[in-house]
């Protein structure tokens, strides 16, 4: 074995081989993590997104190095979805405490695009398995004027990094590290966090446009996607109609995208949807289901998905996180400690 001793932490790295076996479990919205994705920030010029992460560990019982179990530092990444800049900052947090900002104030630069969160140790600063984090993400189109929410992608620290010889803080918990504090990658391969999803999928969509059935009200929508890789991601789109008919398409994006499922695929509007549709259902408004799915086997992606109904001159806009299934392995850049 080698052995690694560095301020306030007790780090004992194994060899590959006896590290646990890999936890392939999938990113969840419903529990707490220990690295949080936000597909989608929005601090651009008349935009802004409220973003919240919440530590819900309420212990205060000390770990005898002036730290206590509940306190953690939140390292904060926002990606520019066109160029891929980055900016960082860390946020302390103590037992059973949030934080709450504006993301343009939080990160002055007036971007778009995704925002991660990772658990550290206050001490160390190195990451750590830290399962206590909860957020949402609030797009609002000036400071306080609320428009829709998400949840964000939570993944869990690697439960069997007891038998990986990792090493632990100063609070007896786990680094997720595994490339001996000198990481360049952030890894969603099962050792350090759970893995990306292989598919995505959106469970419904009204088709874009204006309904032949119910010409006061016309449908349009947005989806953004992520990826852990800059460069061109390719992908697969498999979609139905509200009766099975079934359409596909390619396409790319770099980094991040933004874009109505009108851009991907003409196939989504109204009028196409409707053709061998059931008229039967939602009074012959038309509506689908999508599968997406990166064709390159080592990128992940993630989104979120926002639609909207105009009816005169009032919009109303609804949005969510896109489900998923499967178990992909990938990586992304670690921004420097």
Not at 21 to 27: E, H, L, N, R, T
Not at 148 to 170: I, K, L
Not at 246 to 271: I, K, M
Request: a negative charge; hydrophobic letters at 35%.
């Amino acid at each position: 074995m080698t052995k690694f001793v560095l301020p306030g932490m007790v780090a004992v790295l194994a060899v590959a081989a006896m590290l646990p076996a890999p936890v392939m479990a999938q990113p969840t919205h419903s529990q707490p993590g220990s690295f949080l994705i936000y597909p989608l920030f929005n601090s651009t010029s008349g935009n802004n997104t409220v973003i919240c992460v919440t530590n819900t560990n309420q212990d205060e019982g000390s770990c005898g190095n002036g730290f206590r179990q509940g306190d953690v530092r939140l390292h904060f990444v926002y990606t520019d979805g066109t160029t891929w800049a980055e900016s960082n900052l860390d946020e302390d947090l103590t037992p059973a405490d949030q934080i709450v900002v504006l993301a343009r104030g939080h990160n002055p630069n007036q971007e778009e695009g995704f925002l991660t969160v990772e658990a550290r140790d206050p001490e160390s600063g190195f990451p750590i398995d830290y399962d206590e984090m909860i957020g949402s993400a609030h797009i609002v189109n000036s400071e306080f004027d609320f428009e829709w929410a998400y949840t964000p992608y939570s993944f869990e620290g690697n439960p069997a990094a007891a038998d990986s010889g990792r090493g632990m803080d100063d609070c007896g918990r786990f680094f997720t590290d595994t490339d001996a504090f000198t990481p360049s990658t952030v890894d969603f391969d099962g050792f350090e966090y759970s893995t990306f999803p292989d598919l995505l999928y959106l469970d419904q969509f009204f088709g874009e446009g204006t309904p032949a059935a119910a010409p006061g009200v016309t449908f349009s929508n947005s989806i953004y996607l992520m990826a852990t890789s800059p460069s061109v991601t390719n992908m697969r789109l498999l979609g139905w109609n509200n009766n099975e008919r079934r359409f596909s398409r390619t396409f790319s994006f770099n980094c991040w995208t933004e874009a109505s499922l009108g851009q991907l695929t003409q196939a989504v509007t109204q009028a196409n949807l409707d053709v061998d549709g059931d008229d039967s259902e939602l009074n012959g408004v038309n509506t689908g289901w999508l599968q997406l799915e990166a064709l390159g086997a080592s990128t992940g992606v993630l989104g979120v998905f926002v639609q909207q109904s105009s009816i005169g001159a009032e919009v109303h806009t609804a949005g969510r996180e896109l489900q998923y299934e499967g178990s992909r392995v990938t990586t992304l850049p670690r921004f420097p400690f």
